[in-house]
């Protein structure tokens, strides 16, 4: 707003672009529409200068229909613009008003709306401006239609034309301080936007920009006000070629929170940008616009990198020493059955006996240097469709058959009555079972229950294994997932680990909790491809 209280910012819309000022025209032009009809059927045909009338109502029409055109476009209509309208409604009016009857008039109530329309659309002192030269023309038209008549006619006269007045002060009073209250309520808005850090753009229901703060242009670098009236897809204009987020929102109604994506900047330069819209919706619920809310990611990405990259050196540091730990043990049976294997040659038993112990720490070795590599890599996975259900029944078939000698052990499978379907390396996801039951049958010596559940639901499939061991301490609980760590006596404990590698590879999770009465369950969880009927 400029000192004499015109709007000339661009302003935030409540109700979609430019909604008010729409209705406004639309009101306007019906009310020039009911004027030429009362002109023509009330005015005097023989007053002087009643030929000038078509030409103020064909002005009053243009402008009107030519406001209405602008309004579709996101900023507001120039000044100008505005007082041309107002001005051409006034002379309108005015011309209506002396045509029929002057300040006996059937229009005069016409002034109050054109000053209303000056009020709101301008601000208060172009209100009272407007009141002034209305109630200036109504004492012009007073005096000259004034009535040769008696004291009574001349009060009442003189009363109508002092009621008129007020009226038109009041009424622009009123419309200049509503004009100050919405001025002052999107400057408030304007004031917390710009002085937030993240960048906010907020479009139409087509996705033109009609409003912005400061951050969205320094973060997009781009001149201030630069992205108004433009595309959103054309300001946040996405690394990889795909459609902009903000259309995708408008277009299927599906927001998003805290979306990553690689943005072009007005320099040409790539910002990894987080986004999340917002709807706006009318008083009848439908959308209108999306309010897009975003942050420059990119240094933030770059600490990111700059920690994964401290947290594999520290990783590699902890298991380097795991490592480390693990093969001096069987480096140094090896090395002591070697040196008494150089003194014992003239005795075949005890050099045989210190053979079978390089040989035994031999192979431990090599499987403890094999499961290290099997973690450190990158599961290499060959995808195709499976069913879980099918797999753990083979699973299962498989433990039956192992351990049918001894007897005392039971494997019992629950099975959904839907196959549960993934997606994923067959091979790999059957090693994890097969390592998880392990463990589960040798915490029970191989003696007692151990339970495989699987239990599906709309966007994953548990696979629970439940056994009847000595459970697990709530302190190692917390650890049989880290490199090297086992609570058996023989073991290189790399095998949950691994099982854990490979279900990330595989988008699932691994969880284990104690269970009630003993025991331990091991919980396994992967999407679902799809649901079998």
């Known amino acids: 707003m400029s000192k004499d209280g015109v709007i000339v910012s661009t302003r935030l819309p409540l109700e979609g672009p430019n909604r008010w000022p729409w209705v406004v025209g639309l009101g306007r032009i019906g009310m020039l529409a009911v004027v030429t009809a009362g002109t023509y059927l009330l005015a005097e045909r023989d ?115 002092l009621v008129k007045g007020l009226g038109y002060y009041l009424t622009a009073f009123i419309s200049g301080y509503w004009n100050m209250r919405v001025y002052r309520m999107q400057q408030f808005q304007h004031e917390i936007l710009d002085n937030m850090s993240n960048g906010f753009l907020i479009t139409d229901r087509n996705g033109l920009i009609i409003a912005q703060n400061k951050a969205a242009d320094r973060i997009l670098q781009l001149p201030q006000g630069a992205a108004m009236g433009r595309a959103v897809h054309e300001v946040l204009r996405v690394g990889s070629g795909t459609e902009c987020p903000v259309v995708t929102a408008l277009r299927t109604g599906r927001h998003f929170t805290s979306y990553e994506f690689h943005a072009r900047t007005g320099g040409e330069a790539e910002k990894l940008l987080g986004l999340t819209t917002s709807p706006i919706h009318d008083a009848h619920g439908n959308l209108t616009g999306v ?37 001096r043990n069987p480096v140094a049976a090896i090395r002591g059955a070697v040196d008494e294997l150089k003194g014992s040659i003239a005795s075949p038993a005890i050099a045989q006996r210190l053979a079978d112990i390089a040989i035994r720490e031999s192979d431990h070795l090599n499987r403890i240097v094999t499961d290290f590599l099997d973690f450190a890599r990158r599961p290499e996975i060959r995808r195709e469709t499976f069913s879980v259900l099918e797999l753990v029944r083979e699973v299962a078939e498989r433990l039956r058959d192992k351990y049918r000698d001894g007897g005392a052990l039971t494997v019992e499978a629950h099975f959904p009555a839907q196959g549960c379907l993934v997606s994923g390396d067959r091979s ?29 639901d709309s966007t994953s499939v548990e696979i629970r294994f439940d056994d009847q061991g000595a459970g697990i301490a709530p302190d190692e609980l917390a650890r049989i997932f880290e490199p090297f760590y086992t609570t058996k006596t023989s073991g290189v404990g790399m095998g949950l680990p691994v099982c854990m590698r490979i279900l990330t590879a595989h988008d699932g999770t691994i969880r284990a909790t104690p269970r009630e009465g003993g025991g331990t369950s091991v919980s396994v969880r992967l999407p679902i491809l799809r649901q079998e009927e």
């Open 47 to 161: 007053s002087p200068g009643i030929s000038w009338l078509p030409l103020f109502l064909v002005f009053g029409f243009l402008t009107s229909f030519y406001s209405q055109y602008r309004l579709h476009r996101p900023e507001m209509p120039p000044v100008l613009l505005t007082w041309a309208q107002v001005l051409a409604d006034f002379g309108v009016v005015a011309a209506t008003v002396g045509f029929t009857g002057g300040a006996n008039s059937l229009f005069t109530f016409l002034f109050v709306i054109v000053i209303l329309e000056g009020g709101l659309l301008l601000g208060q002192r172009q209100g009272f401006v407007f009141a002034t030269l209305a109630t200036v023309f109504m004492l012009i038209q007073t005096v000259q239609w004034f009535p040769a008549a008696d004291n009574l006619e001349v009060f009442t006269h003189w009363y109508g034309f």
């Open 291 to 327: 309010i897009a809310s975003f942050t420059d990611l990119t240094e933030m990405a770059k600490m990111r990198e700059e920690l994964k990259r401290q947290d594999r050196l520290a990783a590699v540091g902890e298991l380097s020493a795991g490592l480390a730990h693990e093969i």
């Open 428 to 456: 790999q996801i059957k090693q994890v079972f097969m390592n998880i039951a392990k463990n589960g049958i040798e915490a029970m010596h191989e003696c007692g229950v151990l339970g495989i559940r699987i239990v599906p």
